[in-house]
C-alpha cells in the first residue's frame, strides 16, 4: 500500500510540474536578460553621411504619391505625401561613395509652418553595417538650421537602437526642389 501511495505522490508531482512547465513555455511576456539574445555591451555610434532628395530629372528619388485637394493651395503643402529611396553618400556630391539609401515617406504635416514627418528606413549597404537598419520616425522642421529626429528602432548591428538624427540642410536648389542634407547620426546599440 506504502509502495502505490508512494508511486501516486512521485506519478502526480511528475504530471503537475510537466502542466506547469507547460503552462510557462506557452507566455504572452517574460523578461529576459539581454545574454540570452547574445547582446553584449551596449555601444555608441556616430554615423556621417549626406542624404539627396531628387525631386526633379528622369529619374528622381522622391516621388509625390498622394495630396489632399487642399494641398495645392496651402502655404505649406499641408497634405502632400512622397515616397523615397534617396540615396546616402560619404560626401556631399551624389557621385560620392553610397554607402546606403533612405526609404520610406515624408509627408507635410502641419498648416502653419513647412513641419514634415519623417518615417524612414536608413538602410546602409556599406562595410561592417552592410544590411543593418536605422529607423527615423519624427518631425524635421525644414527651415530650421539644425533639426532633431529621433531613431526608434534598427536592425542587425542596430537591434535596439535609439537615439537621434540631426539634419542641416547642404544645398536647396530653389528652382528644382532638389536637397542634399547632411546628417549627423548618434544611436545607441549593441
Known sequence: MAL??????????????????????????????PEKLGLKKEKLSHLHFY??????????TAVRVAEAKMTNKSATGFGLVV?????????????????GRAQGLYSSASQNDLGLLMVQNYVFTEGKYNGSTLSVLGRNA?????????IVGGSRLFR???????????LLDLQTGD????????VFHY
Not at 506519478?11 to 512547465?21: A, E, H, N, V
Not at 525644414?142 to 529621433?150: A, G, K, Q, T, Y
Request: glycine letters at 4%; hydrophobic letters at 45%.
Open 83 to 99: 515616397m523615397i529611396d534617396d540615396p546616402l553618400t560619404e560626401g556631399p556630391e551624389l557621385s560620392s561613395k553610397v554607402v
Open 179 to 186: 536637397a542634399v542634407v547632411e546628417y549627423n547620426v548618434y
Open 51 to 60: 542624404f539627396h532628395d531628387i525631386v526633379s530629372g528622369r529619374n528622381p
Open 160 to 170: 535596439f537602437a535609439r537615439g537621434y538624427a540631426q539634419a542641416r540642410t547642404h
Open 4 to 33: 502505490c501511495i508512494t508511486k501516486l505522490v512521485i506519478f502526480s508531482l511528475l504530471f503537475t510540474s510537466t502542466i506547469l512547465f507547460t503552462a510557462n513555455s506557452h507566455t504572452f511576456a517574460r523578461s529576459l536578460l
Open 142 to 150: 525644414v527651415f530650421s538650421e539644425v533639426r532633431e529626429m529621433p
